[in-house]
């Protein structure tokens, strides 16, 4: 059966971390044939489970599916695996996908240059970035951010509009990625305003509890509190939502688009080297709340 016969689109994953599967999970449930690669064979025994079809490479993915999408931790990665013959571009003629959808948070120069080899292989592709964790998108929140030809995000827009409850299509190849690069930094700016302010608020005197109410339920709350707030005042740091190492590639992904762009970064600069001493501290796999703790360590050791 050719693969574009039956009447919901064929998604590919390559990536099946906890992003992909959580697309995955959803897509599945919705009626859709899901199929997808990962090097890790836990990842793709776990994506078996939910009801996907595991493939042996890229290039599969790409010959057996209408959209391609690609969740991995980074855009290096993702254009790792369009190289080489079992890489994604590397489908035989007459099986190209009719879309390429990068959802991974990545370099903007890294999203044109992928966007360029796609076109060279008469494939639309967008940079395609997810505002939210996959617990949001386990539940369908979250914001599409993307960049591409307009008419390529008009092929994809129906299937996130019940994947996410928001998009927003930010203008041409590069431009999703860019605004999601924007977005991660500002979290990162806030989670050290809000770990600073928590540990002044703790030494001065004010219960937690009590602490966190009057900032939630002040000018001052924001999603970051709600959602790291609790974790810093009760130090739980397990169970990570999102890893300080995640945040630690958001922040320098940040302060290189600041470079490029000649803007002047007083705030990024004041708040990574936290990022680079909770990776330092071996905290990188805790959930990112954790910078919280650098402000106590550093605490300690200015007591000695």
Do not use: W
């Amino acid at each position: 059966m050719a693969k574009r016969a039956r009447n919901k689109p064929i998604i590919g994953f390559v990536g099946l971390g906890l992003m992909g599967r959580a697309f995955s999970k959803n897509l599945i449930a919705d009626g859709h044939r899901v199929l997808g690669s990962d090097p890790d064979r836990a990842a793709r025994a776990k994506f078996k489970r939910l009801g996907g079809e595991p493939v042996n490479s890229p290039r599969e993915v790409a010959e057996a599916a209408d959209f391609v999408l690609i969740s991995v931790p980074n855009s290096k990665i993702s254009i790792q695996a369009s190289r080489g013959k079992e890489g994604f571009l590397a489908f035989s003629k007459g099986k190209a996908p009719a879309l390429i959808c990068d959802t991974t948070t990545a370099d903007p120069a890294d999203s044109r240059r992928l966007a360029a080899m796609c076109r060279k292989k008469g494939v639309d592709y967008l940079d395609a970035c997810i505002s939210g964790h996959s617990e949001n998108v386990k539940n369908r929140i979250g914001l599409l951010i993307v960049g591409g030809p307009a008419r390529a995000y008009k092929k994809v827009s129906p299937i996130f509009a019940k994947l996410l409850d928001d998009q927003i299509y930010c203008g041409p190849s590069g431009a999703g990625a860019t605004m999601k690069v924007l977005i991660n930094y500002l979290t990162c700016l806030q989670r050290c305003a809000i770990a600073e302010t928590i540990r002044m608020g703790l030494r001065s005197g004010v219960k937690g509890d009590i602490l966190y109410e009057a900032l939630h339920r002040s000018a001052a709350d924001s999603r970051q509190l709600r959602n790291r707030g609790q974790r810093m005042i009760r130090g739980r740091f397990t169970k990570p939502v999102s890893t300080v190492a995640v945040l630690h590639k958001d922040i320098n992904l940040g302060m290189t688009l600041a470079r490029r762009s000649g803007s002047i970064t007083p705030l990024g600069s004041a708040s990574l080297p936290f990022y680079d001493e909770a990776l330092d501290s071996g905290y990188g796999d805790l959930d990112s709340a954790v910078v919280y703790k650098v402000f106590e360590d550093r605490e300690k050791k200015r007591k000695r």
